[in-house]
């Protein structure tokens, strides 16, 4: 039988089931549901509707310590051992195999002990040991919340930067930063709530800063930052053919002819983040021009910085946050830089790359009153293992890590947890993925049990059904 899609509005298998038979598929399906006790009387996400404007600043659970997040992610996975965790105990035992007990029973050769080839520094009044490859952090080592305890359930790329940026290892779920925006909303109506600065696109790609099955314009505007112009970054960011008003005539037609054709059928999340994108990009090419025109930025401001793609980037996340941007996420690089399999003395030139613009980022932040309530987190998705890959390199490892944070209602010159003495597990204030998101949403002022989303029949949460707030860390 050939169905006419276009007249009779068959465009998803719950019309068709609607439709066939004069509805008794659909009433089939009811019944199947009903004797399961599937239905429910909530709100389906294909049935919501947020009243408003979606993106306006909403209330939070209770008083917040941090209003705005930007997250420093180090794509590829730092080396705990070789950064924030120093294992003295590897130089004793150079050379030696594991203990058996120690031995992640994911990896199949453990490899050697190996000591790192960087001296430990005790750095600040708090005496917070950090690795030499950081000289200029480490003269803001007082202001850092170091987190020694991480762990997360796999050791390879794909499924850990999932985990990392949605809590879950396929790319089936929200990401952080739209569970934020979707929490809270954005203080700025011109600009993205959550914006995510990566020259290129990491491992995995889009599902990373992806808003899943929340609506579309909580998905996180991606700019490719190899090239700070605004023109660049920003594909046609202004239009060359048509004027202010013509614009707005334009894009209020396509409005309403998206709206006649989402009124139709289900809720389309494809076409609702097409939507959110388009009427943000005509709001952006006015507000964007500004905030990532750092040619604005006085010399000194610059020079602070430093120079190169990541300083840019860092410098550029002030400028949103300052702005009323909700999070910003800036990805190191392209691809995995800091996946060092062959030469762990490559994190140097990682290091030397982005120790002075966090180092800035941090003195900018607290300079303007804006660090007391902006938090910063730096980690990638997993550590590297105490052992030796090849004679100089260091494989992936998920069992214990390291990350900081700083600002936003955390103590400052803090170290939290701790791995045993060789870095293999995390032993002490054990701190998992889910843990640590629960940690940053209660910061914000979010409950992570109640920031939650209904959809295909159930209540989804950042968190799953896991999940500590890590109370000690808390200022």
């Known amino acids: ?104 029973p994911k990896r199949k050769n453990a490899g050697k002990l190996m000591p790192s080839p960087f001296r430990f520094e005790k750095r600040g009044e708090s005496g917070i040991e950090i690795g030499e490859i950081f000289p200029r952090l480490g003269a803001v080592a007082d202001e850092l919340c170091v987190l020694r ?34 929490g809270l909303g954005s203080e700025n109506r011109n600009l993205p709530g959550f914006v995510v600065l990566c020259p290129g696109k990491p491992v995995v790609g889009p599902q990373l800063w992806s808003n899943s099955f929340l609506p579309g314009v909580y998905q996180g505007t991606h700019i490719n930052n190899r090239n700070v112009s605004p023109d660049s970054m920003i594909r046609d960011i202004r239009n060359r053919r ?102 762990i003395t490559n994190h140097r030139n990682h290091a030397q790359k982005s120790d002075q613009a966090i180092a800035a980022l941090l003195l900018d932040l607290k300079s303007r009153g804006l660090l007391e309530d902006t938090l910063v987190l730096w980690g990638g998705e997993f550590g590297r293992t105490p052992t030796s890959e090849g004679s100089k390199g260091r494989d992936h490892h998920s069992t ?30 054990r701190m998992h993925v889910h843990d640590l998101h629960a940690t940053i949403l209660h910061l914000m002022g979010l409950d992570h049990t109640k920031l939650t989303y209904r959809y295909s029949g159930r209540d989804f949460r950042l968190t799953d059904v896991s999940g500590v707030v890590a109370d000690k860390i808390i200022a």
Request: hydrophobic share 35%; net charge negative.
């Open 149 to 182: 305890s991480l762990y997360t359930d796999n050791p390879n790329h794909e499924p850990s930067l999932l985990m990392m940026n949605s809590g879950n290892m396929q790319p089936i779920r929200p990401s952080l930063g739209s569970w934020l925006t979707f």
């Open 400 to 429: 214990g890590f390291s990350m900081w944070l700083a600002g936003g209602g955390v103590k400052r010159g803090f170290v939290y947890g701790a791995t045993d003495e060789l870095g293999f597990k995390a032993i002490e204030d």
């Open 242 to 343: 048509i004027d202010e008003k013509s614009q707005r005539e334009q894009l209020d037609l396509i409005a309403r002819l998206n709206r006649s054709h989402s009124d139709e059928r289900d809720r389309d999340e494809p076409l609702e983040s097409r939507i959110a994108s388009l009427e943000i990009a005509y709001r952006m090419q006015f507000a964007a021009s500004d905030a990532f025109d750092l040619g604005r930025e006085s010399k000194t401001s610059r020079a602070l910085y430093g120079a190169g793609e990541f300083a840019d980037a860092c410098l550029i996340a002030r400028r949103l946050v300052e702005r009323g941007v909700r999070v910003v996420q800036i990805y190191y690089g392209d691809g995995q830089p800091w996946d060092d399999h062959g030469d």
């Open 1 to 104: 039988m050939n169905w006419d899609r276009t007249n009779r509005g068959l465009s998803t298998r719950r019309e068709l089931l609607g439709r066939i038979g004069g509805g008794f598929g659909a009433l089939g399906m009811l019944g199947a549901f009903a004797e399961a006790g599937l239905l429910t009387t909530e709100a389906t996400a294909d049935e919501a509707k947020l009243p408003g404007d979606p993106l306006a600043p909403r209330p939070p659970h209770f008083p917040p310590k941090a209003k705005r997040v930007i997250f420093l992610f180090m794509n590829g996975g730092p080396s705990h051992v070789d950064t924030f965790d120093p294992k003295p105990a590897l130089a004793r035992y150079a050379g030696q195999s594991p203990p058996a007990g120690m031995i992640d």
